[in-house]
């Protein structure tokens, strides 16, 4: 099937593209069980009249439990299907949906009497702030090569970030923006420099200034690109909800360090809550990190333990980069071991 699916109006509902690696041994009926607890401040979404009854005794804190399925779709080889269940606030059902039907808020619908076209309004308004709440940053946070022409985009994705600064730069509503990253770019707790552009044998060029030093970004390394990138994607998206994929790539433990309190600087101005995956043992400090998960897989299910007090424990020292860990953390007898495991299989990978 040619083309694309249009961007779903609701999270609960829709298509997800680049997920069938995610079903286990590629099992193409595997249905995945997914439940996710969500906490909002009451004010921030809108209680219609129609519902109103049922908010009136509740507290500020509004938890919605949301349970539902992915299954692969029909529609693509890279597509699945995202299909919500129920979704429940503090307990309360106000989303049920099977194979029959849709209810919304069925304790007022059949105790009520109320409209289910009233109720299904009241819903989507309801529901609105959990939409676009969330925003993945890939791995995928390395510049490309760039024509330079005046061709502008104002779409940002990672691939296209060089002209994307470069047409915040030149148009007048969003310069503003431009100049923010710029500031946000070259604060502490690391400043890299002043962003600017060139034409460089007809490529554009993202320009670092640093003193009197002014190079193109590729020359800083990746790690730099990433990192604006980042900054980039969190201010321009402004979402809740901010998820980073492995932010130790490309950089030392120490940029890791200071890239994690850069970001950290933001929560509050831009994402309320910063989620990264990694497996360096950098961002395992409470001090750096308010809650410290391990993923794994057990017997085709996906398992999530959080960090216990004290030092990592042998389970979370397997998904470690070794380089990153502290002198102390693995004992001479534990090194030796791995040690003569990584010599074995050098070997066997020289006999083939």
């Known amino acids: 099937m040619k083309g694309d699916f249009t961007k779903p109006i609701n999270f609960y509902e829709g298509v997800i593209k680049g997920f069938s690696n995610n079903f286990f041994n590629n099992v193409k009926d595997l249905i995945i069980d997914f439940s996710v607890d969500v906490t909002i401040s009451k004010v921030e979404t809108e209680i219609k009249s129609t519902i109103l009854s049922l908010f009136k005794k509740w507290p500020n804190n509004l938890t919605f439990s949301i349970d539902g399925i992915i299954t692969n779709s029909k529609y693509g080889d890279d597509f699945a299907e995202i299909q919500t269940k129920s979704i429940k606030v503090n307990k309360v059902i106000i989303y049920e949906f099977n194979s029959q039907s849709i209810k919304y808020f069925p304790t007022l619908q059949e105790k009520a009497g109320k409209n289910p076209s009233d109720l299904s309004d009241a819903f989507s308004h309801f529901i609105n702030p959990l939409n676009d709440c969330v925003y993945i940053i890939s791995s995928a946070r390395q510049t490309h090569f760039t024509s330079f022409d005046n061709e502008l985009s104002l779409e940002f994705s990672p691939s296209d970030l060089k002209k994307y600064l470069y047409s915040l730069y030149l148009t007048e509503k969003t310069h503003s923006i431009f100049e923010e990253i710029n500031n946000v770019f070259n604060q502490e707790p690391f400043g890299f420099g002043t962003i600017s552009f060139a034409n460089i044998n007809g490529e554009l060029e993202l320009m670092i200034k640093n003193d009197s030093v002014r190079l193109p970004i590729k020359h800083l390394g990746s790690g730099v690109e990433q990192i604006l990138s980042i900054i980039v ?120």
């Open 233 to 352: 994607s969190l201010l321009c998206k402004r979402v809740k909800i901010v998820c980073i994929e492995e932010l130790k790539q490309n950089l030392s433990p120490r940029l890791q360090n200071l890239a994690l309190r850069k970001i950290q600087s933001l929560i509050g101005k831009f994402p309320d809550q910063l989620i990264i995956s990694s497996h360096s043992s950098v961002f395992v400090k409470e001090k750096l990190s308010d809650a410290i998960y391990l993923i794994e897989k057990e017997n085709e299910k996906t398992v999530v333990v959080e960090k216990l007090k004290g030092k990592a424990g042998g389970k979370m020292k397997k998904h470690f980069i070794d380089t990153a860990l502290p002198n102390d953390t693995y004992t001479d007898e534990y090194l030796a071991k791995n040690h003569d495991l990584v010599a074995n299989i050098t070997e066997e990978l020289f006999k083939r």
